[in-house]
């Protein structure tokens, strides 16, 4: 592609409410737990960059409380990880081409109220997307899992997404440092819930 990518931004991943997305009327202030909020002030952003923001933290914090952890071997560690990087991406990227697939793909990773919330938000913007011909791909820049039991893990991950539509003709790049929630649901690592953690710094 030839037209030039904006130098990447990081962000908190506080999503803002949904009416100030669309708008574009610059927020300010902090949420219930002390993050900032982002303000966005492109035109690709109130559209692209808040439904991002909202798929990324559907319910804003989804942590229940938790069993005691128990021992579990090296694959677990293995496989909730690869199940965290490989689901945020499928999470967190779309298509106005194929939004049927991607939205189908997020039943398949998610699990509980972030299954709900994040395929009722990108269905409910499907026209608007495709309106936008809206793109945004994320990867995982690093990762790495902080606990694991029988059935749930916590990974920590900072993230680069590329967002573009006809609103900007130039992408939009925006690292994210978020904390990652699963649940193992008949033998497989779901993701169950995601928060924002702060800056993404320098890594």
Partial sequence: MSEAQAPAREEDVIPPAFGDGLTGAPRSG??????????????????????????????????????????VSTDDYAEALQAARSGVVDL???????????IEQLRQITTGDL?????????????????????????????????AGDDEATVLMVIQSTQESTANPQAQVTRYRIKVDLAKVDGRWLLSGIAGTGSAGDE
């Fill in 30 to 71: 902090r949420d219930a737990d002390g993050d900032r909020r982002t303000r966005p002030s492109l035109p690709l952003v109130p559209t692209l960059a808040v439904l991002l923001l909202v798929l990324l933290a559907a319910i804003a914090v989804l942590w229940s409380t938790r069993p005691g952890e128990s021992a």
């Fill in 92 to 102: 967190t990227s779309f298509d106005h081409l194929t939004l049927d697939d991607d």
């Fill in 115 to 147: 299954r709900e919330e994040s395929v009722a938000e990108l269905d409910g913007r499907r026209e608007e997307l495709t309106d936008l011909q809206a793109v945004v791909n994320t990867e995982v820049v690093g990762a790495g899992v902080t606990r």
